[in-house]
């Protein structure tokens, strides 16, 4: 891959990670959108994974560590909360692998409400698996969906937001520097 443009994918994913430590609505995360901006873009697709999880990685120690629990409870590296986040990440940028060959509006929009799903189904699911708050039946399972549901249309607009700004840059972007458009010959 041309080292610009891997460096200009992989500083687009950084700098919209990092938004998480502003402040924000919840749930209004670049989450699924770096996901499927790295899908798209990366041609070696291992980076389409490892670049989203590694910066995730390195806002959640920011954000959890040195924000939220720096004076509470110490400092970690892992949590098993994150293990839901993350294999969301790595499902949606799979969804950007199969949706995002070729990028159009449509594509991203689409591929936008899909993350958000897919980040819903996985993350609540973990909730009701690992969290004492609801019984390990289907009632539990209907009531720990049915208390997300207020949370999604953030995570919705995130992904739909992040997404747009991720790809409307790059693309223009690409058109003012056409070099960064990716050679057919394997990079």
Request: net charge positive; hydrophobic share 55%; charged share 10%.
């Given at each position: 891959?041309?080292?610009?443009?891997?460096?200009?994918?992989?500083?687009?994913?950084l700098l919209?990670?990092?938004?998480?430590?502003?402040?924000?609505?919840?749930?209004?995360?670049?989450?699924?959108?770096?996901?499927?901006?790295?899908?798209?873009?990366?041609?070696?697709?291992?980076?389409?994974?490892?670049?989203?999880?590694?910066?995730m990685w390195?806002?959640?120690?920011?954000?959890?560590?040195?924000?939220?629990?720096?004076?509470?409870?110490?400092?970690?590296?892992?949590?098993?909360?994150?293990?839901?986040?993350?294999?969301?990440?790595?499902?949606?940028?799979?969804?950007?692998?199969?949706?995002?060959?070729?990028?159009?509006?449509?594509?991203?929009?689409?591929?936008?409400?899909?993350?958000?799903?897919?980040?819903?189904?996985?993350?609540?699911?973990?909730?009701?698996?690992?969290?004492?708050?609801?019984?390990?039946?289907?009632?539990?399972?209907?009531?720990?969906?049915?208390?997300?549901?207020?949370?999604?249309?953030?995570t919705l607009?995130?992904?739909?937001?992040?997404?747009?700004?991720?790809?409307?840059?790059?693309?223009?972007?690409?058109?003012?520097?056409?070099?960064?458009?990716?050679?057919?010959?394997?990079?």
């Amino acid at each position: 891959m041309n080292n610009k443009r891997f460096y200009i994918i992989t500083g687009f994913i950084l700098l919209a990670v990092l938004s998480r430590i502003l402040p924000h609505p919840y749930n209004f995360t670049p989450l699924g959108a770096i996901a499927l901006f790295g899908a798209a873009y990366f041609t070696d697709k291992k980076w389409a994974i490892l670049i989203p999880l590694a910066a995730m990685w390195i806002s959640d120690l920011i954000i959890n560590n040195f924000i939220l629990t720096a004076y509470f409870e110490g400092f970690t590296l892992f949590n098993w909360g994150m293990v839901w986040i993350y294999g969301s990440i790595m499902l949606i940028a799979l969804l950007g692998m199969k949706f995002l060959k070729k990028i159009t509006i449509p594509r991203v929009l689409g591929s936008a409400v899909g993350a958000s799903v897919i980040f819903f189904i996985v993350s609540n699911f973990g909730v009701w698996l690992t969290s004492p708050m609801y019984p390990l039946n289907l009632s539990g399972l209907a009531a720990c969906y049915t208390a997300a549901i207020p949370f999604f249309h953030n995570t919705l607009a995130g992904d739909i937001v992040y997404c747009s700004v991720l790809f409307g840059a790059f693309e223009y972007l690409k058109y003012q520097a056409p070099t960064l458009v990716k050679i057919k010959a394997g990079i």
